[in-house]
């Protein structure tokens, strides 16, 4: 399964933008680059995906680098409702009974918000 | 759609019983996957389906777990006999292959 890197833990101010770095370097090609969060006491939300190109969603940005080796999810403005552990996933599209498909969970980074 | 559904939400048994946890994936998803969440070992994938058939079940601890999915609108892990070392939160998720997952609220298993 091809690994990501994630810092263990981030923080940032309530209402200023938010990096979260995400480095894939065995990334292969039919490799998506997915983001989930999981907030206190919840289930894993889904947050964002992409393959290529830079993705926008009303949760979030996702700004895929040009070798695809790493990634970063953007916060437009943190609210305190965004601390959470953030989770950056690769994911095989082919699927099938290759074992593609899979959805492994790291360590993820924690981010605090703080007002 | 109402989202994924587990049930139960919460389930105290004591330890040798079997314990059954049941999920309702999202309609025209393919894939299901069962995690188990502690705070020591963080979020596990167990098991996962694609197409009703399981693809990898490294995950399963033991035979003591197993899980089915015997259409594409319900699958079930059963533990059998429980131990208090499963308690966990249990999490089923479903999607399709090029889109991101969605999951249940989870169950909360207590063996006692």
């Known amino acids: 399964d091809a690994k990501t890197t994630q810092p263990n833990s981030m923080e940032s101010n309530e209402e200023e933008p938010v990096h979260l770095p995400c480095n894939h370097s065995t990334i292969s090609g039919t490799d998506y680059i997915h983001w989930y969060r999981q907030l206190p006491s919840q289930g894993p939300e889904y947050v964002i995906h992409?393959?290529?190109s830079n993705v926008n969603n009303r949760m979030a940005s996702l700004a895929i680098a040009e070798d695809r080796k790493s990634s970063t999810l953007i916060l437009h403005r943190a609210t305190l409702r965004d601390a959470a552990v953030y989770y950056c996933?690769?994911?095989?599209?082919?699927?099938?009974?290759?074992?593609?498909?899979?959805?492994?969970f790291g360590q993820g980074t924690e981010l605090s918000v703080k007002p | 759609d109402a989202g994924v559904i587990q049930s139960p939400r919460h389930e105290v048994t004591e330890m040798g019983q079997e314990v059954t946890l049941r999920c309702k994936p999202i309609s025209g998803h393919d894939y299901l996957f069962w995690y188990r969440q502690t705070m020591m070992r963080g979020l596990e994938l167990l098991i996962y389906?694609?197409?009703?058939?399981?693809?990898?079940d490294s995950g399963m601890p033991e035979d003591r777990f197993s899980a089915k999915m015997p259409n594409a609108s319900f699958s079930t892990l059963k533990i059998q006999p429980s131990e208090p070392r499963d308690s966990a939160v249990y999490f089923c998720?479903?999607?399709?292959?090029?889109?991101?997952?969605?999951f249940g609220q989870g169950t909360r298993l207590t063996v006692v």
């Open positions: 996933i690769l994911r095989d599209y082919i699927g099938g009974y290759n074992q593609g498909g899979k959805l492994i």
């Open positions: 389906f694609n197409n009703n058939v399981p693809i990898d």
């Open positions: 998720a479903s999607s399709l292959v090029r889109a991101g997952a969605f």
């Open positions: 992409g393959l290529t």
